[in-house]
């Protein structure tokens, strides 16, 4: 047994003493040490054994002596090499199997060679609440504007008026450099600022144009920022345009802009003066795009509407044949640390001529359908002229703003209609609004006391509609309004501890209006109206915010408002009083979910009364054949439950942004809109009777972009459904509207500066649906739209824009119509020449049809033929 | 040595300091004294520069933050920095060298987006590593020993600053770190604390996505570099400093508390709240 043992020990002393040995050949370690010429030795080192391959079988640096030592599991195959590199330094390789332990090894210094300097700026950073997008990322060599920039701006979108929209929602601010020099009406910087000038793009996201309100008021709008570059800063910047063309018809065309902007840090100066007959129009360019700036108006001021026959859906451009000029002036001073002052002025002629025939057939239960058939010869002409003036003083602990505005708008249109008869018809508005806001704001510590009064007057002395039938008078109406409001509000609020803020907030509002109007018509009579009077509305609102950190806040108000109006018929002497005590709610909550997605829901109860219009019993005339009865003698009553959320992810690294929102609202209104056609008229009322409503509004915004391929794509979602109660032929009926928008986008630069494009498309399907009269109408339409750029030589830009659309109703009617552009763009130093057309398939009708309720409309504009512009514009 | 302490507790607390704020300064005789460059303890003159941007997501206030660091290498040293304090010395050096108005100097400080972050310095040759880092009133200083990174190479490529890197990725301190280095700079040294891989490593991120490092310019240089000469430097060790810090970040109110440096209101109040300051450390074990 004893010998059993030994033997197995023996076995196992030398199985181990093989083991031993056979792990020792495996096993590789060399070691050296790195010196300079003159014998010092170099630390950091990096010293790497390659294998035959080419791969990494083990690396090292030096240490402070010069020393390194390389290992590996097994013995480096033949051909492995030990590479000794130091920048610096002359690269040394050694065969692996000559390297001795301890071997010395002599780098020779050579030049310290870095590639050329790289700076590189990310496309888009984050810093707190602010995003800033890097222009030089985003821009294409055919952008002409800042707002051809912004479109590409993932996370941003900019609808054809020029609105721009973050997160969902419009923008609440506009600043150039800090300061809002243009008013809410940014267009007039997007529309013409060159990116050139422009070295950034910030988005504040929760903005809060009031300091005194940081960490206070929460804001759930953006506000953007445009950063300059340096060298455009402290000149004049700008452009001047000068171009002539003409049409297929030999119509001459000719286009004049001038463009300029003085930027400091102290001032900036905005200034335009255009004309063009080219199809441009320049009124979206002076158009307020803040909600919170919308002018107010009086019972008369839009009576009667520009298009009254009928609009397309493709952009006015294609039909109107256009006389354009506009003129502004736009600045802005600091005064101090804090304060400014601002000053815009602008004026606007649009002249437009257009030819448009139009068929509607009216659905009226079991009666047969009535219909109209025309061709009208339109010629809108409107001018407008506004003044802001705004002093500001925006301190962290004091906010006091004095904001006048005056706007004046004249529209003088006429229409020459073709039917059975030979009909002119002119309409003439004149409006002037005035309005002032007076805004303070004062913050002691915890307390927080605001007073905010707004005045605004707006009369429309002249509001007048004439028609003649073959040079004798059908109609003649003449109408005139005036309203004169108040709103004045004061707040006090104060902090409950750390995270609870109280206060309450009394606002009185007045309003006084006055309409007259009176018409003579051949066939269907006399009318007048003569109403005037007024509401009071006192309202207390409490509110009480609960903000424990930043992940989540709970605001509640609860208004409790009483209104008193009276309104009176002068020509029948009858009074309207009326007494109205309501308390509504809104609740808004917001939080911070898991990665990092920001929500919100916003509960509410809204009562809204109407006013004057509510009993103006008499009708008016719109058109030569529609009139319209504003009121029916009750107060218009209308309340409204909703509920509304918005969904938003970002992740600025990766260029993701994703928005869901949605909006559920629940409407009582105690009047029913209707009409009644006749054979040569529509009629219009209202009745008093119940009506429910109700809306759902879902949408879904998805944009990436992929910065390996300059490209973002966008995929934008959205449903609407609509159910109401009209009323036709004194009938009513429940209406159903369902409407679905898939719209996706790619902007792409992929071939830098020489190939760009943006490819857009739309499918939208609605349905509509009257159950009581066995109509369900369905109409799919589709646009598609692509521009492309190609630079064969950086200097030369070739261009082309395609439209297309196709529309199609259940009745199996398809309208499609397709639109070629096509350019050359040469640039040289500060020139560009540029020679444009339009319409290249030189179609010269359009048509397109839809439904309403469950009428159908059918309308067929002349087109502008196909036209070239040859211009040359000099940036300075 | 006050002054740069004072400008570093201004910078850090103040809210006045909010992002878009266009002036910052203080009142009293102290905003027209004259302030110098500050005088450094040179460690070693660098060869070479790379700034890094360095994005912060902080997930407990939800807030991202981007800020520019230098990496200033030497033959035996490197020094890691806020890159707006490089940018603030340098413009100070050349512009103003016979000293700078202190609400100037502020001034400054804000528009280079000074940041009062810590510094670190590699000392290759011995293998330590220091780091400097003022909390409040005080300066802090620990050393170890240079970390040791237990780097997986991968086959995973990328170009970053014009350079192709390779992907390397290990676990240190509490993090997962995927690394891009270059072999075509072969230096073994990196941001932060990174080294010990045979190339300079230009870009860093966390798994988490919290913290991510990528080079934004490599350049040439010859500027000697070092800490900031100070003569009281509270000596202490990594984990002690790590876990001072973030109490001092979460609630500055009571870290301060007591101090008889701590600032009040005029009421007597103190000035500094209990707000949770924005912070995610690098290390968190």
Not at chain 1, 181 to 190: D, L, M, Q
Request: hydrophobic fraction near 35%.
């Amino acid at each position: 047994m004893k010998t059993i043992s030994h033997i197995s020990t023996a076995i196992l002393t030398v199985i181990l003493l093989l083991s031993a040995i056979r792990c020792h050949a495996a096993q590789w370690q060399g070691s050296g040490l790195v010196v300079d010429n003159s014998g010092e030795p170099l630390a950091g080192v990096v010293v790497k054994l390659i294998g035959p391959g080419g791969s990494t079988l083990a690396f090292s640096s030096t240490d402070g002596k010069g020393r390194f030592r390389l290992s590996t599991a097994t013995a480096p195959a033949k051909g492995s090499v030990v590479r000794i590199a130091y920048l610096g330094f002359s690269t040394k390789e050694i065969p692996a199997t000559e390297l001795r332990d301890d071997m010395k090894i002599t780098l020779d210094e050579a030049p310290l060679e870095l590639k050329e300097v790289v700076v590189k700026v990310p496309p888009i950073k984050m810093t707190g609440d602010t995003l800033t997008y890097d222009v030089a990322s985003f821009r294409g060599a055919a952008d002409r504007t800042i707002e051809d920039v912004i479109k590409k701006l993932p996370g941003v979108e900019v609808n054809d008026k020029g609105t721009i929209y973050y997160n969902g929602e419009a923008i609440n601010r506009f600043y150039i450099e800090g300061l809002d020099v243009v008013s809410g009406r940014y267009a007039i910087a997007t529309k013409n600022i060159s990116p050139d000038d422009i070295i950034s793009v910030n988005v504040y996201e929760n903005h809060q144009p009031k300091r005194v309100l940081k960490d206070i008021a929460f804001s759930d709008r953006a506000a953007i920022n445009l950063k300059m570059k340096k060298k455009s800063m402290l000149k004049p910047v700008g452009h001047v345009t000068g171009g002539a063309g003409a049409d297929d018809d030999g119509n001459a065309k000719w286009l004049g802009e001038l463009f300029s902007m003085f930027v400091a840090p102290k001032m900036q100066v905005l200034v335009t003066g255009k004309g063009n007959n080219w199809g441009k129009s320049y009124t979206t360019e002076t158009g307020n795009l803040i909600s919170e700036f919308t002018a107010k108006s009086s019972a008369a001021s839009t009576l009667y509407g520009d298009t009254p026959f009928g609009t397309a859906k493709i952009p006015a451009e294609r039909y109107f044949d256009n006389t354009s000029a506009s003129a502004s002036v736009n600045t802005v001073r600091k005064l101090g640390e804090f304060g400014k002052l601002g000053i815009t002025a602008d004026y606007t002629d649009e002249d437009n001529r257009t030819v448009n025939s139009e068929s509607i057939s009216y659905n009226n239960g079991s009666d047969p359908d009535i219909g109209f058939n025309e061709t009208v010869r339109s010629r809108p002409h409107s001018r407008e002229a506004k003044l802001n003036i705004n002093v500001e003083h925006n301190a962290p602990r004091r906010y006091i703003s004095d904001k006048f505005t005056f706007k004046g708008h004249f529209a003088d249109n006429r229409y020459s209609i073709f039917n059975t008869r030979d009909i002119s018809q002119h309409s003439r508005t004149d409006d002037y609004a005035f309005t002032n806001t007076l805004d303070a704001t004062i913050r002691t510590g915890n307390r927080v006391l605001s007073v905010k009064s707004d005045i605004a007057v707006t009369t429309t002395p002249t509001a007048d509609l004439s028609a003649t039938d073959a040079g004798s008078t059908m109609l003649r109406q003449k109408g005139s309004a005036l309203s004169f409001t108040t709103d004045e509000k004061t707040g006090y609020s104060w902090m409950l501890g750390e995270y609870s803020h109280i206060g309450a907030n009394l606002r009185f509002e007045s309003v006084y209006d006055r309409f007259r109007s009176t018409y003579i018509t051949e066939t269907a009579g006399n009318a007048s109206n003569n109403v005037s009077g007024y509401t009071l509305k006192t309202t207390i609102e409490p509110e009480y915010q609960f903000k424990p950190g930043t992940r989540f806040s709970l605001k509640v108000q609860i208004p409790v408002s009483y209104s008193a109006l009276d309104y009176d018929n002068h020509l029948t002497s009858a009074s309207y009083p009326a007494h109205r005590v309501d308390a509504g709610a809104r609740i808004g909550i917001h939080g911070v979910l898991p990665l990092n997605i920001k929500a919100s829901l916003t509960l509410g109860r809204q009562m809204t009364l109407g006013g004057i219009k509510d009993f103006i019993l008499n009708p008016v005339y719109t058109t030569y054949r529609q009139r319209t009865t504003l009121g029916s003698g009750l107060l218009n009553e209308r309340e409204g439950y909703s509920a509304m959320t918005n969904v938003f992810y970002k992740n600025p690294i990766h260029a993701v942004f994703i928005t869901f929102t949605g909006l559920y609202r629940i409407g009582h209104n105690n009047r029913i809109s209707g009409s009644t056609v006749t054979p040569g008229e529509v009629s219009t009322t209202v009745e008093n009777s119940g009506n429910k409503s109700d809306m759902l509004n879902l949408g879904l915004n998805i944009a990436k972009n992929v910065r390996a391929w300059r490209t973002t794509f966008t995929l934008d979602t959205h449903l609407e459904r609509l159910k109401r109660k009209v009323l036709r032929q004194k009938l009513p009926y429940t209406v159903e509207n369902t409407s679905y928008t898939i719209h996706a986008a790619i902007r792409s630069n992929p071939v830098a500066n020489v190939l760009e494009f943006s490819a857009e498309g739309w499918y939208r399907p609605s349905v509509q649906k009257i159950k009581s009269l066995g109509v369900r109408n369905s109409v799919n339409d589709m646009e598609g739209r692509f521009s492309a750029s190609v630079h064969p030589v950086k200097s030369v830009e070739l261009y082309t824009q395609l439209y297309w659309n196709h529309t199609s109703l259940a009745s199996d009617v398809a309208k499609e119509s397709f639109f070629i552009g096509a350019g050359i763009r040469c640039h040289i130093r500060r020139f560009d020449i540029e020679l444009s057309s339009k319409n290249l398939t030189n179609c010269r009708t359009y048509t397109y049809s839809y439904f309403t309720d469950a009428d159908l409309y059918t309308y067929t504009f002349n087109l502008r033929p196909i036209e070239f512009l040859a211009t040359l514009k000099y940036t300075f | 040595m006050i002054v740069k302490t004072t400008l570093l507790v201004i910078l850090s607390l103040s809210s006045a300091l909010s992002l878009r704020a266009q002036q910052i300064s203080i009142e009293g005789e102290g905003a027209d004294m004259m302030t110098y460059p500050e005088k450094i303890e040179v460690a070693d003159t660098s060869y070479m520069e790379c700034v890094y941007m360095h994005i912060i997501h902080d997930p407990v206030l939800n807030k991202t933050n981007t800020q520019h660091e230098i990496l200033e290498i030497g033959r035996l040293k490197s020094y890691y920095a806020d890159y707006g304090a490089y940018r603030q010395d340098s413009v100070i050096r050349v512009d103003y060298p016979d000293g700078i108005r202190f609400n100037d100097r502020l001034q400054l400080c804000y528009r280079m987006n000074y940041k009062s972050g810590g510094k670190i310095l590699k000392d290759i040759a011995n293998n330590k590593l220091a780091n400097d880092e003022q909390l409040f009133m005080d300066r802090y200083r620990y050393e170890e020993e240079l970390p040791h990174f237990d780097w997986s190479l991968t086959e995973d490529t990328d170009i970053v600053c014009g350079y192709k890197c390779q992907k390397a990725v290990a676990t240190f301190r509490g993090r997962d770190w995927n690394v891009w280095y270059t072999e075509e700079i072969p230096v073994d040294n990196g941001p932060w604390k990174f080294n010990g891989l045979p190339g300079l490593i230009l870009k860093a991120e966390d798994s988490k996505h919290e913290h991510r490092l990528e080079a934004v310019q490599i350049r040439k240089s010859s500027k000697p570099f070092g800490f900031t000469a100070g003569s009281f430097i509270i000596p202490i060790d990594r984990k002690s400093f790590n876990k001072m810090k973030k109490e001092y970040k979460t609630d500055a109110g009571s870290f301060v508390n007591g101090s008889p440096l701590a600032p009040t209101k005029t009421d007597g109040t103190p000035a500094i709240d209990h707000r949770r300051r924005f912070f995610n450390p690098m290390e968190s074990d």
